[in-house]
Nanobody
Framework: QVQLVESGGGLVQPGGSLRLSCGAP????????MGWYRQAPGKQRDFVAT???????NYLDSVKGRFTISRDNAKNTVYLQMNSLKPEDTAVYYC?????????WGQGTQVTVSS
């Protein structure tokens, strides 16, 4: 069992910012690529951003230039800095850890963008 612990969601106005955090066990974190996915009501879970062990990143086109994924290996934590938030960014955001065919998920944190 690997527990990914997410935090940082909430309610924000359009144009605002939030930072999501996801912590993982020490022995685990350095071996897995980490990422964020989101699921809006009535929709499937979609990729948002990933970061490899070496720090290479990949983003969903609609969040490029607004979201930044980063990882702090000393703190076993991955972050998603979200700026210029839009109502369409509203979703439950899930932390993901992936290595080969193995995937682990966090419990999800709600992000609501609304005026």
């Amino acid at each position: 069992q690997v527990q990914l612990v997410e935090s940082g969601g909430g309610l924000v106005q359009p144009g605002g910012s939030l930072r999501l955090s996801c912590g993982a066990p020490l022995s685990f974190f350095s071996m897995y690529s980490m990422g964020w996915y989101r699921q809006a009501p009535g929709k499937q879970r979609d990729f948002v951003a990933t970061i490899t062990i070496r720090g290479s990143t990949n983003y969903l086109d609609s969040v490029k230039g607004r979201f930044t994924i980063s990882r702090d290996n000393a703190k076993n934590t991955v972050y998603l800095q979200m700026n210029s938030l839009k109502p369409e960014d509203t979703a439950v955001y899930y932390c993901n850890a992936q290595r080969l065919s193995i995937n682990y998920w966090g419990q999800g944190t709600q992000v609501t963008v609304s005026s």
